[in-house]
């Protein structure tokens, strides 16, 4: 039988969207219905898009794909939003008058910040650094190792744990024995260089 998703089934509460009292708030991160950890985890949330985006709009006015090139840039192309998300966010600034459009040759729609934006940013200074922080350490895409064996490792993980978890006659407590490994292995992998 095949599933069958309900297109409103995550509700309006359930992104990682803005508080109404703090635009930057962290929001949750996305988790789908079958839980955290299925599918690929976003690079930013959509608050640090928007403060990332603002802090480069306070530099120089730009366009959305402007933008777009200006994180690619800063990550030596290891992560560029899409325009997806961009855009959305670049209209969420500017509904709340942290951006406003100016300007600009052709079509394209450019953004300047205001003065309420650059007191916005100001007061997430150290957020925003942060942030940059972490997108400058990516590492480009062809620096990075083969993950073929850790998928195949993941999936013989997912084997196993299924097959523990759902044998029959399985002590109570095995869920915190697996969880413990689990937990350790986390750690040991963290200390790898």
Do not use: W
């Not at 052709?106 to 309420?116: H, L, S, Y």
């Not at 997430?124 to 064996?149: C, H, V």
Request: glycine share 6%.
């Amino acid at each position: 039988m095949r599933h069958r998703q309900h297109r409103f089934a995550h509700g309006p509460n359930r992104h990682d969207e803005a508080r109404d009292d703090d635009l930057f708030h962290e929001g949750h991160e996305h988790r789908h219905r079958h839980g955290p950890g299925y599918g690929r985890r976003r690079i930013l949330d959509s608050a640090e898009l928007r403060l990332v985006l603002l802090k480069l709009i306070a530099e120089e006015p730009c366009h959305g794909y402007d933008l777009i090139q200006a994180v690619g840039t800063l990550t030596s192309s290891a992560y560029a939003p899409s325009p997806g998300v961009v855009y959305p966010a670049l209209s969420m600034l500017e509904d709340t008058g942290l951006i406003d459009p100016v300007q600009s040759e052709g079509a394209k729609k450019a953004f300047a910040i205001t003065n309420a934006g650059e007191t916005e940013l100001a007061e997430k200074a150290d957020m925003a650094e942060a942030i940059f922080q972490k997108l400058s350490s990516l590492t480009p895409a062809e620096e990075m190792p083969d993950a073929a064996p850790v998928k195949r490792a993941m999936n013989n993980l997912r084997f196993a744990l299924r097959t523990a978890l759902h044998r029959t006659g399985a002590r109570k407590d095995l869920a915190h024995d697996i969880a413990t490994i689990l937990d350790t292995a986390a750690q040991q992998i963290e200390r790898l260089e």
